[in-house]
């Protein structure tokens, strides 16, 4: 099955740019849909950005125009750009993989899930 490592979290001061990365392994299907999901304190875990196999995104209205989700595939790695952070973006950080489908950001959808990284912004 899918496995996701996540890696790239850490504190940083608002307007600051961090970089998530995410390794897969175990892909089975060709298509697939990646997604990264953040979930603070409190609160309910939500979408950020996803992509699929062709290359199609969506990202959250919160984070349009700042955060880019990308991939590289021949290193099998998923990533999140973070611009022009803000203290509101403070939250733990998933990357979830689902395959043979779109599902964007429903992450009930998702099957497959990184351990997380945690992001801090102050």
């Known amino acids: 099955h899918v496995q996701l490592v996540e890696s790239g979290g850490g504190s940083v001061q608002a307007g600051g740019s961090l970089r998530l990365s995410c390794a897969a392994s175990?892909?089975?299907?060709?298509?697939?849909?990646m997604g990264w999901f953040r979930q603070a304190p409190g609160k309910e875990r939500e979408g950020v950005a996803a992509i699929d196999s062709d290359g199609s995104t969506s990202y959250a209205d919160s984070v349009k125009g700042r955060f880019t989700i990308s991939q590289d595939n021949a290193k099998n790695t998923l990533y999140l750009q973070m611009n022009s952070l803000k203290p509101e973006d403070t939250a733990m950080y998933y990357c979830?993989?689902?395959?043979?489908?779109?599902?964007?950001?429903?992450?009930?959808?998702?099957?497959?899930w990184g351990q997380g990284t945690q992001v801090t912004v102050s």
């Open positions: 175990g892909y089975t299907y060709s298509s697939y849909c």
């Open positions: 979830a993989a689902e395959e043979g489908r779109w599902v964007g950001g429903d992450a009930r959808q998702y099957t497959y």
